[in-house]
């Protein structure tokens, strides 16, 4: 199981919550390689889903994993208070690499593409 | 908030007053909170923009009536959900709002940094913007449109311009081959006419899309602008073999139109018809009544077809159905929209049918006619000879007066002229004409005043009077018959129009008892 586990609520119709998709895939790539699974889900296609873990408005990220669980609202996600929001920020301010805090639960663990639920 | 306290300009009079009892200075200070919490529920209650307030993890601690109804949801619904954590607080973000009914809505959200019963919150506030994304999007989609019709244009254009260009190059390479001018000579007649055309119908478009087209209304037979439209397209029609039928009523369809717009709507979707079907089809076109109110057009053929979620946008300006059949002529996909206007305008509505690309398709219009259905065809002006009236015809223009005296002189009328309303009035009192034909934009009094002067007296009862107005809207009609008068025209006048009115003017007296027989021709 990947250390973190987030699923992401987007609008696909609209453009600025592509960008989120984007930023966010390449915001995990650099910072938490290999140790995350990313699921995004359209709310166009699957409201039930948004329902379900009633998210009230997109883009909203949620942090499954770890606990406890996090949500963030709205699309502008500095990497800096993304890292500050899952407990990886550093005192100066860099983003560490993933793995000098968070160590993948399992040792054979391989990165993972972003899978779409759409 | 502090500030609604310090401010209240009561507060200092009223503490020195009860500075001496500590307890009417308690009171005092509980009435004083009391009025300033009331004043600040009342702003966030009917500020227009949603308040949340959240907790540091994104938790829901209050929401305003405006965010309620943003949310779908009420106050008691949303406190301790998890709205989440909003971006960066300063910036503006857009987000979308899921509701519980209904479509999402689109909002704007502001963060600040704020405390709640003393702890640390976040404030976001929500503009609902959906209207205006709304109205950006179809202002977008309008350039987009555009802008593929410009270059379909460019390219429209182009294709005639290089034939004619060719044609050029001939003529001065081979100035003696009589056969290759003539040839040439064809090709640019052809072409310039295309362009002619294309160019026609933009302007036309432009000017419908300002609103800026005005019906020249006159009574007419529908079967004629059909068979006359049909028969103009046979060219067209022969050229792409294909085989044409039609069921036109054989009973005039008799509807108060501009004749010329008819022809235009039947033309444009005719050669839709000829153009997107394949060489060789079978095109039909039918006209009939349909009841006692209007008169029903289809134009069908066995063509590419229509999609069904394009069956609407087809009307809309610049959208074209899929041309590959018809590559060499296509248009500029702003013949539909003229159907449309057109239309509209004669107060009728035009619908597509069609079961699906390459299946053909059939557009139907339906116009308003006259409500009751005539015997006959117009009468002829020699079915009038026996029945000479006395006209009298008030109006300031005097060619178009000598012309319209011409006219219904030559048919045995006697004609009295007036030129402006008070010598109208005058003249129609005096000579009380079996009918008096009276512009309403006359000098002096508008005719709307002769008729009204005139009606004022029962000894003008037998005089028929008719309206000649530039405004053919029901509002006009309406306004003519107001002011007194029996009937209204739309100018320029259609003298058989003219004609059926006198008709039946004449038809009518024997039994109309105020009429003085003096007057009689």
């Not at chain 2, 000829?274 to 029903?296: C, E, F, M, N, T």
């Not at chain 2, 015997?375 to 026996?386: Q, S």
Request: glycine share 6%; hydrophobic share 40%.
């Amino acid at each position: 199981m990947p250390t973190f586990e987030f699923l992401l609520f987007v609008s696909a119709k609209n453009a600025a919550d592509q960008r989120v998709v984007e930023g966010l895939t390449s915001f995990c790539e650099r910072h938490l390689e290999g140790q995350y699974k990313l699921t995004v889900v359209d709310v166009q296609r699957e409201r039930g889903e948004a329902d379900r873990h009633r998210v009230l408005a997109t883009p909203t990220l949620i942090k499954r994993h770890p606990l406890p669980e996090q949500r963030l609202v709205g699309g502008v996600w500095e990497p800096q208070q993304l890292l500050s929001s899952l407990g990886l920020a550093t005192e100066s301010g860099s983003a560490p690499p993933a793995q000098s805090r968070e160590r993948p639960t399992s040792p054979g663990l391989r990165p993972q593409a972003p899978e779409r639920r759409e | 908030m502090d500030r609604l306290i310090n401010n209240s300009s009561d507060s200092q009079d009223a503490t020195e007053r009860v500075a001496a009892d500590p307890s009417k200075q308690i009171a005092q200070l509980q009435r004083e909170l009391e009025i300033s919490r009331a004043q600040f529920r009342a702003i966030i209650n009917k500020t227009v923009d949603g308040v949340i307030l959240l907790s540091p993890e994104g938790v829901i601690r209050f929401v305003n009536p405006a965010a309620e109804e943003l949310l779908g949801r009420s106050l008691d619904g949303l406190k301790g959900e998890v709205f989440g954590v909003p971006a960066v607080p300063g910036e503006t973000i857009e987000i979308e709002i899921l509701r519980p009914d209904g479509p999402p809505r689109i909002a704007e959200m502001r963060i600040v940094e704020t405390e709640w019963h003393g702890e640390p919150a976040h404030l976001a506030a929500l503009r609902d913007i959906t209207e205006h994304k709304r109205n950006e999007e179809e202002a977008q989609e309008a350039v987009r449109r555009r802008d593929r019709f410009l270059a379909m244009l460019s390219h429209e254009l182009r294709n005639p311009l290089a034939a004619v260009v060719s044609a050029a190059h001939l003529i001065r390479r081979c100035p003696n081959d009589r056969e290759l001018l003539d040839q040439a000579n064809e090709v640019i007649e052809r072409q310039c006419a295309q362009m002619a055309r294309l160019l026609d119908d933009l302007l036309e478009v432009s000017r419908m899309l300002k609103g800026k087209i005005d019906l020249r209304r006159e009574c007419l037979n529908l079967v004629n602008v059909v068979e006359e439209a049909v028969a103009a397209m046979i060219p067209l029609v022969e050229q792409h073999q294909h085989r044409l039928t039609k069921d036109v009523s054989r009973v005039p369809i008799l509807l108060e139109a501009d004749p010329a717009r008819l022809h235009q709507i039947l033309v444009n979707l005719l050669t839709n018809a000829i153009k997107y079907s394949p060489r060789g089809s079978d095109l039909h076109v039918s006209l009939s009544r349909d009841g006692d109110h209007s008169a029903v057009i289809r134009v069908r053929d066995s063509g590419v077809g229509v999609a069904a979620e394009s069956l609407e946008s087809i009307f809309e300006p610049f959208v074209q159905l899929d041309h590959t059949l018809a590559r060499s002529d296509v248009g500029l996909g702003i013949g539909l929209t003229l159907v449309k206007q057109l239309v509209e305008l004669h107060q009728g509505e035009v619908t597509a049918y069609s079961d699906g690309p390459n299946q053909g398709s059939e557009f139907v219009v339906r116009l308003p006619i006259e409500d009751e259905a005539p015997d006959e065809a117009l009468p002829t002006e020699r079915e009038l000879d026996k029945s000479a009236l006395r006209i009298a015809v008030v109006e300031d223009n005097s060619d178009s007066s000598s012309m319209l005296r011409s006219l219904l002189e030559l048919d045995g009328h006697t004609v009295l002229l007036a030129e402006d309303g008070q010598a109208g009035y005058e003249l129609i009192e005096l000579q009380r004409p079996d009918v008096a034909l009276i512009d309403v934009g006359l000098p002096k009094l508008d005719g709307y005043e002769v008729a009204r002067q005139l009606r004022a007296s029962r000894a003008n009862d037998g005089v028929y009077l008719v309206a000649l107005t530039g405004y053919g809207q029901p509002q006009d009609r309406r306004q003519a018959l107001h002011a007194g008068f029996d009937a209204h025209l739309v100018k320029p006048i259609s003298i058989n129009l003219l004609y059926r009115l006198l008709t039946e003017r004449h038809a009518s007296q024997p039994d109309d008892e105020s009429v003085p027989a003096e007057d009689e021709a």
